[in-house]
């Protein structure tokens, strides 16, 4: 392939993020399920032919898949990668305004900062402090790549995670994903996913609303002790204030 035609794949691919209802679409199917293009619809706040529209050229541009049951048509995004672009991209745009006036939407927003999924695996403020504990525990190396320790695996085995599975798995064990609202990496990768699974099996975490991960308050005991973390550190943060909109 030749710098001229990857350069124009590049484009083609920034031209399908470029438009805001695309771009809200993906970041909304970040939480891994399928949504109805209705569903998207309403997400982004555009009529639904508008939608079919977008949809179209996402499917088109190979970020989303879709599935069709009777008259319903399903979309989520193409893969794991996929959800890695999008997530790495919304880790370098700018940071959003605070919500102005509605106590609704700084509760949403805080619940999304301290934990939610993205695509399969925990991000937000948990998600980072557990890929920090596991650096700082010896369990993850990054000296030369990010890497389980052989510390790491039997943390793994220990916790009752699948280790032959994750040995054989089709994409890596271990991967670092910059968190959108942290701005820090969180963990990704085969094990990040097995992780997630893992804690809402034990009843550690549970899921909030939308893409928010509630932390139980025996989830947070656990997850406290296995990580070797005093249990404050996995506490959200304080509330932030509510701004009127206004100078």
Known sequence: ???????????????????????????????????????????????????????????????????????????????????????????????????????????????????????DHLAGRLGVLMYDALLAGGRLDRSSGLTLTPDG?????????????????RRPVVRDCLDWTERRPHLAGALGAALCRRFTDLGWISQGVGRAIRLTPSGRVALAETLDVPDDTLAPAPFPALTSGRA
């Open 153 to 169: 695996w039997a943390w793994v085995a220990g916790l009752g995670v699948p280790v032959d599975v994750l040995r054989t798995a």
């Open 1 to 119: 392939m030749t710098a001229g035609a990857e350069g124009w794949g590049m484009a083609e691919l920034a031209a399908l993020l470029a438009d805001s209802t695309r771009a809200s679409i993906c970041v909304a199917l970040l939480d891994g399920r399928a949504w109805t293009a209705g569903e998207l619809a309403r997400r982004a706040g555009v009529a639904p032919s508008t939608a079919s529209d977008h949809l179209t050229r996402l499917v088109r541009g190979g970020l989303l898949v879709e599935e069709r049951q009777g008259r319903h048509r399903y979309l989520r995004l193409a893969g794991p990668s996929v959800a890695q672009l999008i997530e790495d991209l919304a880790g370098h745009a700018p940071v959003a305004p605070p919500p102005t006036g509605s106590l609704r939407a700084a509760t949403a927003t805080a619940a999304l900062a301290y934990a939610r999924t993205c695509y």
